[in-house]
Each structure stands twice: as C-alpha cells, then as structure tokens.
C-alpha cells in the first residue's frame, strides 16, 4: 500500500505562485512514475507532470516554462511549483504514484487562481 498527502493548495491571484508538496509513506525509488494530475469541475483529470523511474521529466504542454516538478528523495517528497498563475489552472491538483503497475491517488488539494 501507499499512502500520499498533500499539502499546499489555496486561493491565489492571478501571477502569483504556489509550491504544492506530496509526501509518500514509502521511497519515491520504489514508483515506476510519481507526479502530479489535475481535475477542473466538469473535465476529466489530466496530467500535468511526473517523473519516471528512468529519471525522466513529462510535463503538459499547457504547463511548460510555468511549473516545475522536483523531489526530495530524502524525504519521500515531491514538489509541484507553480509560476505565473493564471485561472485557467484552477483546479484539484491530486498527487499520483505507479506502485507495482497500480495507481495511487492522494486525496486532493484545491487550487483556486482569482483574477
């Protein structure tokens, strides 16, 4: 099993950053990917960014130059940060981890762009 929380969510305004974090009960090394997806209301969740085992980085193409995805191995933690908000982006930004081709999901932290 693993478990994923988030943190970092909120109301923001338009340009502003936000950095969001997810901590695993288990090491990242573990995952064949971890990342991070989003669900606006009414759309299907989609990816916005992860990380591969073999160390590769995939991003949205509606993202690039304005998130960075970054981990802390140490601390089974990875980070979404998130520049030049626009609200467009608001959404539920949900944690992913791919543990023994299963997904995990953690349980979601808003992130609401005000222009």
């Known amino acids: 099993q693993v478990q994923l929380v988030e943190s970092g969510g909120g109301l923001v305004q338009a340009g502003g950053s936000l950095r969001l974090s997810c901590k695993a009960s288990?090491?990242?090394?573990?995952?064949?990917?971890m990342g991070w997806y989003r669900q606006a209301p009414g759309k299907q969740r989609e990816v916005v960014a992860v990380f591969t085992r073999a160390g590769n980085t995939n991003y949205s193409d509606s993202v690039k130059g304005r998130f960075s995805i970054s981990r802390d191995n140490a601390k089974n933690t990875v980070y979404l940060q998130m520049s030049s908000l626009e609200p467009g982006v608001t959404a539920v930004y949900y944690c992913n981890a791919v543990y023994f081709a299963c997904y995990y999901w953690g349980q979601g932290t808003q992130v609401t762009v005000s222009s």
């Open positions: 288990r090491s990242i090394f573990s995952f064949a990917s």
